[in-house]
């Protein structure tokens, strides 16, 4: 067994489960339809990547969250094994504990089996509540499906929150809105539709028009917040502060955590071993990403290459993933995690990008605006800019 690091402890994992029943058109997830006996292998893998993980780190789960992929088309059995690899080798999230679910994979009995097993929240990818909004989006449940599904998943016991999609043309927002809003759930995840390279909505051209994008933004947050919502985050509303995601936060706020499976991304503290990356020119352990390969690659043991992240890297991402908290970022700890005086480093372009209107102080932490929210790429990637600048200036 590799000696555990100091002070590296990992408080939260994420597990990808890539198997869904159909292939949405505008899904640019590593995603696959079951085929043989691909889920047994993968289950398999998965039992040894979470037992060298637990080997390798101090873990001490505080949430927990499988997604995808749809991991609740999962089989019974399936997904006991899955959560008994888990608990037996990482141990089980102590605050949190979210299922990704596809409204047509619900029933009383499997929601009862969930809440047994463990799982404690609910993301449920409603999308829309109007059915031609769904079929347009090639999703396989009807808006029906999707309110028997949040209420089974209430009944059981579940927080519930619900993705949505905006900007799709013709899209009856108000409705999608206020239909999510009366069944009840504590927590919606709203999100632009976006028209990845490689899809099948790129290859058949479909394109999301500027003004309905805007309007999906704006619409969004004005028809939530009137219904007693918090934007709390660029694209997630909670009804009350328990009901945030405590696992987002962690990616949010810059916190460590494991990616399992296929495709799994996961950010790492340093560590000292021999098979540890290391970073001989810089004369110092870094902290890295890892992104696992797909299922073929991944189920023959191969990991993805390490990411090692320079302090500007590390301040960059804090920035990226921190501007999107209605909180901004602590400016403190983003300085103590990169090891950068981050005032005196990017100093000239925060204080641009205020005189813009784009960002604002509050105390010691950096806030995007409203308007720094919309163009939150183009601020990150000014500050982005600083970073190669500084590289080319420097010996
Ligand atoms: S259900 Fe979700 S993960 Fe699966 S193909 Fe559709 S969008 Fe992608």
């Known amino acids: 067994m590799n000696a555990r690091p100091p002070s590296a402890v990992i408080r939260h994992a994420y597990i990808h489960v890539p198997f869904c029943p159909s292939i949405c058109p505008y899904c640019d997830f590593h995603v696959l339809e079951r085929r043989g006996d691909q889920v047994a292998r993968y289950l398999t893998r998965l039992d040894e990547e979470a037992r060298e993980l637990g080997q390798r780190y101090d873990v001490q789960l505080e949430t927990l ?3 995808g992929g749809t991991p609740s088309f999962l089989r019974d059995d399936e997904m006991k094994a899955l959560v008994a690899s888990v608990r037996a080798h990482l141990g089980w999230g102590r605050l949190e504990n979210t299922l990704e679910i596809n409204p047509g994979t619900v029933s009383p009995a499997r929601a ?4 047994e097993l463990g799982f404690d929240r609910a993301s449920v990818g409603i999308q829309s509540l109007d059915d031609a909004t769904l079929r347009f989006l090639g999703r396989q449940h009807t808006a029906q499906t999707a309110r028997d599904a949040v209420t089974e998943l209430l009944a059981a016991g579940f927080r519930v929150s619900g993705d949505l999609i905006t900007a799709v043309a013709g899209q009856p927002l108000e409705r999608d809105i206020e239909g999510l809003v009366a069944l009840g759930v504590e927590h919606v995840s709203a999100y632009t539709l976006t028209i990845e390279p490689g899809t099948p909505f790129a290859r058949r051209g479909v394109e999301v028009d500027e003004d309905d994008e805007r309007r999906g933004f704006e619409q969004t947050e004005t028809l939530l917040t009137g219904a007693g919502f918090e934007r709390y985050e660029i694209s997630n509303y909670a009804r009350t502060p328990g009901a945030h995601s405590r696992h987002n936060r962690a990616y949010w706020t810059g916190e460590y955590f494991l990616g399992l499976g296929p495709g799994g991304a996961g950010f790492y503290p340093p560590i000292q071993s021999r098979d540890a990356p290391t ?12 992104t696992n390969p797909h299922l073929h690659e991944w189920l023959t043991g191969a990991q993805g290459e390490a990411e090692l992240l320079s302090p500007g890297d ?12 209605r909180e901004g970022v602590h400016l403190p700890t983003v300085s103590r995690r990169s090891g950068l005086d981050v005032l005196a480093h990017y100093g000239e372009v925060i204080d641009d990008q205020i005189g813009r209107g784009l960002l604002e102080r509050s105390g010691e932490y950096l806030r995007a605006t409203p308007q720094g929210w919309w163009q939150l790429n183009s601020v990150v990637a000014a500050l982005m800019e600083r970073d190669s600048e500084a590289e080319t200036l420097s010996p």
């Not at 009862?112 to 809440?115: E, I, P």
């Not at 590390?314 to 908290?325: E, I, K, W």
């Open 65 to 67: 969250y499988l997604g």
């Open 112 to 115: 009862a089996l969930w809440r």
């Open 279 to 290: 970073s001989q020119d810089r004369g110092q352990p870094l902290p890295f990403r890892r």
């Open 314 to 325: 590390v301040a960059t991402d804090s920035f990226f993933m921190g501007l999107r908290l």
